[in-house]
């Protein structure tokens, strides 16, 4: 009987079938072979495992898009219709826009279904309508109160929220104030003091972007939340956040304060809603909060600044200097869009930066 060196006798069979000597450490390469070959498959596996599905399948799913009109809202309305959601509803407050991407979505649903239809769901044409629209205002408690009627009556219930309306800012707060010496709207010959009409600018525009961006959140929270937690097994809500809500962007100030103001009432609605998960009677679903925190996204929400239109006069520091370092910093909104729905199909909670580096960043920097 031969003797083998190794725990596995047809390898040595297979060294000696090639006149060679099998190595020393033999058995411990094949014991780390063996270890380290399923590492990388069950990383692939665990990175696009969405757990969400087996609760709550993707035509099942009803999700709400708040801010669906243009950038990663209307992707967003795209990415759900093309992969079989039979249950969206779509708000803005420019109708007409509503109805293009409603009819978009139709397109994109018969495209996706007609090629990667589940074998649980029905077929694309006797599914009625899919996708409602409701031209509302986040800002009006009567418009949201009436968002709110629709989900319940059209969808029974809601599992997916996405909050991405807002509104940006792009001038430094001296500028607002007249008395910016680094630019032309500060003339050498007037006083360098802010007059009444200067501070008053910066007190109404400081106060209009956080009723935006702030305060709408936190009322979109108090309406929804009871709604997701009684109807939904496993409710998510996806905030649309940003870079700037943790890391100061120069110019931008009013815009980062109102982002930062934002996440921190997300941040904190998310511990109270857990609480209540835990201990209410009758028992409600925890609720997964998830921020999104991208750098710059291509789409024209810089168009959408309540202190002026990017031009010749103003500038949008963050862009120009994504764009003098190359495509790759400038985020699509389609990207933005994908992932946000991945991280919600795998339960994943707290905020997720965009691009990675900006993971990092967001632990630097207040070290700094």
Known sequence: MPVYESALGWVDDLFALFGRTPPPNLNLYIALTTILIPVPILIMFLRNARPRFASIPPYRERVLILGATSGVGEELAYQYAARGCRNIVLVGRRGKELERVKEKCAEKRKEGEEWDQSQQAPGWEDVGETVHIVEADCTKPEDLVKVRQVV????????????????????????????????????SSSSPHATLEGITNVLSKASQIHNINAAATAAVLATFIPLLQLTSPLPTIVLLSSVAAYVPPPTRSLYGASKAAQLHVFQAVAVESAAQSERSTPKRSEIAFLAMAPATIRTSFRQS???????????????????SKGSSEILEASEVARRSIKCADRGEKGIVAMPVKYRIVRWIYPLM
């Not at 319940?152 to 910016?180: E, K, Q, Y």
């Not at 309540?306 to 994504?322: C, F, H, N, R, Y």
């Open 152 to 187: 319940r009556r059209a969808l029974g219930g809601l599992d997916t929220l996405h909050i991405t309306f807002g509104v940006s800012a792009l001038r430094p707060l001296l500028n607002l104030a007249g008395v910016d010496p680094l630019t032309q709207t500060a003339s």
């Open 305 to 323: 600044a309540i202190d002026g239109v990017p031009g010749e006069e103003l500038k949008d520091a963050a862009w120009d200097d994504a764009k």
